[in-house]
């Protein structure tokens, strides 16, 4: 119920409040601009298990980039950054659910968890241009 963001946040529920948590009409959505490419980060893991255990740590109030180097499973060990990726580039899942998001920071990160055929992927977004 909590307004910070990544609690729980499933899909599209990660979207949904403002800083105060009264805003729930798709606010972040609403006032995002269009964008042409994202710099993300994310955190993959295989296993539904270890997902879990990141989404603790990000709970927590561990940084993104820390629990990324700690859990993901993927080459994106530099904190889990996969630079500047263009619309078009990512999965589509993947690329859907990161372009709905707000650009946040490592210390403090809105992040949303999507299922791709790689794995359980947390995404944050740090840049919208």
């Known amino acids: 119920m909590a307004g910070k963001g ?6 599209a529920a990660a979207k949904g409040k403002g800083k105060d948590g009264t805003a ?3 606010a972040a959505a609403g006032k995002l601009k269009p964008a042409t490419s994202i710099n993300a980060r994310h955190i993959l893991c295989e296993k539904h298990a270890k997902k879990e255990e990141a989404l603790t740590k990000l709970r927590e109030g561990v940084k993104f980039d820390e629990v990324a180097r700690e859990f993901s499973e993927d080459k994106a060990r ?3 950054s996969l630079g500047w990726k263009v619309r078009g580039s990512l999965h589509g899942d993947f690329e859907k659910a ?3 998001l ?3 920071t490592v210390n403090s990160p809105k992040y ?3 299922k791709t055929g790689h794995g359980y992927h947390i995404i944050m977004v740090e ?3």
């Open 6 to 11: 990544g609690d729980k946040s499933k899909g």
């Open 24 to 26: 729930d009409k798709g």
């Open 78 to 80: 530099q904190g889990g």
């Open 98 to 100: 990161a372009y709905e």
């Open 102 to 104: 707000e650009p946040s």
């Open 112 to 114: 949303v968890e999507v």
């Open 127 to 129: 840049g919208r241009k």
